[in-house]
């Protein structure tokens, strides 16, 4: 979930177009360690999991950016 959220924050989409480019985009396939033919998840749950899970959403913008950060 975590690595779908960066995704969406790296190419500034929503929750329904990070899930639908999972489906046919193989460098986000790869990136979310998924088989070519896997099925990804619903973009309900995505954006459930941003709404419950991750309460603070500075934390989230500083966990995504300390991760590009590292990345970089």
């Known amino acids: 979930m975590f690595k779908s959220l960066l995704l969406k ?6 929750d329904v177009d ?3 480019r999972s489906r ?3 460098s986000f396939k790869y ?3 998924m088989a ?3 099925d990804v ?3 309900s749950s ?3 999991f941003r709404k419950l899970r991750i309460k603070d959403m500075d934390l989230l913008n500083l966990s995504i950016n300390k991760t590009v950060t590292i990345a970089l």
């Open 9 to 14: 924050a790296i190419y500034t989409v929503s």
């Open 18 to 20: 990070v899930v639908e």
């Open 24 to 26: 046919y985009d193989m």
């Open 31 to 33: 990136f979310l360690e």
């Open 36 to 38: 070519p033919e896997e």
């Open 41 to 43: 998840i619903n973009s």
């Open 46 to 48: 995505l954006t459930k």
